[in-house]
């Protein structure tokens, strides 16, 4: 990512950075600079059914479809300038959307680094030389089970083959380009039914030629009374087990967010909403059709919800299942 960094990138990093400090010191909603990071959503449309998913349980109540390429042009042009990262997904797997490489192409030519998550379905020959033409700097590829038994039991009507397969391409195109991008992550969402086979996914991406290995923990929505996606080892949950059998989170809830000074979400209609928690984009910050995107980050909306949680953080419904400081990249 320093390879993408200018002076002015730097100087707002520093703002950033600065005003968060103080505002956690204060308890007042001081900030100052442009976001770093951004994510966009290119689609809310999934081919899989992961059961902790909105895009897979098809449960949305809001609004589903495709990010534009114009409206994405004209979004991402009043803050490149300012932007260290780019994170192409929220909701849906992004290589659905048709114009996604093209999205990817326009954000890097921008001096932006680059970032999606894929489940893996759409890495055909054709997809994998796009994405090595596109400049992808990091591409995130879920691997949540090393055989097909394991991996679809949270995979849901997901073929494990064939996202091989298509690591594989990748990586041989890579090869054949003589390139080092996209940066690839085998990523392993550790679940009950899978965390026995944690020591094997380290082999399989090394056979893969994958650059590297991250255990993710999952958030489950009911697991106050025990979940059979919770992982049985506390160290890959975000869960706690009580004395009375009952689980809490791990983390105490405390009253800042990083967040909520570096970064927010875009959906695919334009709705600005607080992070990735917000999967129904109810905390609606601003809407971008309607106004700049400066105009949105430092408005009242933003000035309010900041405020409300360095006051209590804990009463913000999309903070309840959250557990910034614990949604951890895990090392074996």
Known sequence: MFGHLSLKKLANLFLVYSS???ARVSGRPFHWGMPISLSFEPTTACNLRCPECPSGLRSFSRP??????????????????????????FQGEPYINPEFLEMVSYAENKGIYTTTS???????????????????????????????????????????????????????????????????????????PNEHQIPEIYRLAKELGADEVRLKTAQVYEYENGNPL??????????KILPSGRYRLKNKMLNHC?????ACVITWNGMVVPCCFDKDATERMGDLKLEGFKSIWKGESYKYFRTKLLKGRKEIEICKNCTEGTQVWLEA
């Open 118 to 192: 894929t489940n893996g379905h759409f890495l055909t020959p054709e997809n994998a030389q796009k994405t090595i033409e596109s400049g992808l700097s990091r591409l995130i590829i879920s691997i949540d089970g090393t055989t097909q038994d394991t991996y679809q039991q949270y995979r849901k009507e997901g073929s494990l083959d064939k996202v091989l397969a298509g690591t594989r391409q990748l990586v041989q195109a890579r090869q054949q380009a003589g390139v080092q991008h996209p940066h690839i992550i085998i990523q392993y969402l550790v679940v009950g």
């Open 20 to 22: 968060y400090f103080l």
């Open 230 to 239: 919770i992982p049985k080892n506390e160290k890959y949950s975000r869960y």
């Open 258 to 262: 990083w967040k909520m000074w570096h």
């Open 64 to 89: 589903t479809g495709n990010l534009k390429f114009d409206f994405f042009r004209t979004s991402i042009d009043q803050v490149s300038p300012y932007l260290c990262n780019l994170l192409f997904y």
